[in-house]
């Protein structure tokens, strides 16, 4: 357990609001290296990526236990720490979570607020930080801080009326941060301004979403941000270079 609390802290502690730490969002081992290779100090795994890699669709299409034997082929063959995307949790305990992601060398999670076995219906805002009490309280049980990236989807499904949507990001995910989440993940593309309130108005560090190529670091260190993840835009990206390479052997 030594080690892996000590990449739970190091990547706890990469998160800085305005010097926004980079984790490259990879799918497999190959991707993981590359993305250490380049020079990057920590990573995170998204769904959607790890989940077109095996064929099968995002929203919990791929199994939890599916999902930690790709974890465990990254993290067997990197030395930075581990960031899991878990989508809704699975149906799971979070003590099932949590053991799972360790168990696999993760140090790291996001937990969503879209139930997709439900219906993909929207947890409420205290149904979402009760869930992630749970996993900080199990994380804390193991002794390993494992760092909880609470995650809303208000803006991706853009649920209600645009005019309070921030309003009601900003209370949902201040709950979360009273129940043990480390870091913030309001999901979405957001004009300035409104990336801007949401890091100024809540209580931990948020994470954003970036797409490779543009905007650039600079542009989330001055709007507050202290974590950019790429979702699934880098695999996007690559594929659409590996079609390019591949159209002039067609």
């Known amino acids: 357990m030594t080690s892996l609390e000590t990449r739970a802290k190091t990547l706890l ?64 063959s990197v030395q930075v720490p581990v960031s899991v995307d878990i989508e809704s949790g699975y149906g799971l305990e979070p003590l099932q979570l949590i053991d799972g992601l360790l168990a696999a060398g993760a140090v790291g999670l996001n937990i969503e607020d879209t139930v997709h076995s439900e219906g993909k219906r929207l947890r409420d805002a205290q149904e979402h930080a009760d869930l992630v009490r749970g996993l900080r309280e199990a994380a804390d049980a193991t002794g390993v801080h494992v760092v909880v990236n609470a995650r809303t989807d208000l803006f991706l499904r853009q649920d209600g009326d645009e005019a309070d949507r921030v309003d009601r990001a900003v209370a949902r995910l201040t709950l979360a941060a009273e129940a043990g989440a480390d870091v913030l993940y309001p999901v979405g593309r957001h004009a300035d ?28 260190a001055e709007l507050g941000v202290a974590r950019v993840s790429f979702g699934p835009f880098l695999q996007a990206a690559l594929a659409t270079e590996a079609t390019r390479l591949l159209d002039a052997w067609k």
């Open 13 to 76: 502690a990469l998160h800085r609001p305005g010097d926004p730490v980079v984790l490259p969002t990879v799918w497999d081992a190959w991707s993981a290296n590359v993305a250490v290779s380049a020079g990057f100090s920590g990573l995170t795994m998204g769904s959607h990526p790890v989940a077109d890699s095996i064929g099968r669709p995002d929203g919990e299409g791929m199994s939890f236990d599916e999902l930690l034997a790709r974890v465990a082929q990254v993290t067997a």
């Open 193 to 220: 301004d409104v990336l801007r309130r949401l890091t100024t108005e809540l209580p931990r560090p948020v994470n954003a979403i970036g797409q490779p190529g543009t905007p650039a670091k600079s542009y989330f």
